[in-house]
Nanobody
Framework: QVQLGDSGGGLVQAGGSLRLSCAASGRTFSFFSMTWFRQAAGKERELLGLIRWSEGRTYYAGSVKGRFTISGDNAKNTMILQMNSLKPEDTAVYYC????????????WGQGTQVTVSS
């Protein structure tokens, strides 16, 4: 069974940086795509960006474009979210997710890691 573990969250001041990691374990195989979501208290879950390994391309939501960068190694089933110029409104629980094929739903999810940005 595949499990995703996301980590790296914490408390940071506005303007600071954090680096989140997502690693797969268990019956691992190459993913088609991986992504990062976040969910702030009382708000809808927000897709931040994704990477499609077959294309080697990344896509970002407007709210984080230019500040967040997704990278990783598909052979190692790892993904990184580098977050710079953090704002208090970036405070949320961040989740990684992955899928093995073209489908609307994400098959595997991390447990979430809390990011808190103080003003």
């Amino acid at each position: 069974q595949v499990q995703l573990g996301d980590s790296g969250g914490g408390l940071v001041q506005a303007g600071g940086s954090l680096r989140l990691s997502c690693a797969a374990s268990g019956r691992t195989f190459s993913f088609f795509s991986m992504t990062w979501f976040r969910q702030a208290a009382g708000k809808e879950r927000e897709l931040l960006g994704l990477i499609r390994w077959s294309e080697g391309r990344t896509y970002y939501a407007g709210s984080v474009k230019g500040r967040f960068t997704i990278s990783g190694d598909n052979a190692k089933n790892t993904m990184i979210l580098q977050m710079n110029s953090l704002k208090p409104e970036d405070t949320a629980v961040y989740y990684c997710a992955a899928k093995t094929r073209i489908t609307d739903s994400w098959e595997y999810w991390g447990q979430g890691t809390q990011v808190t940005v103080s003003s």
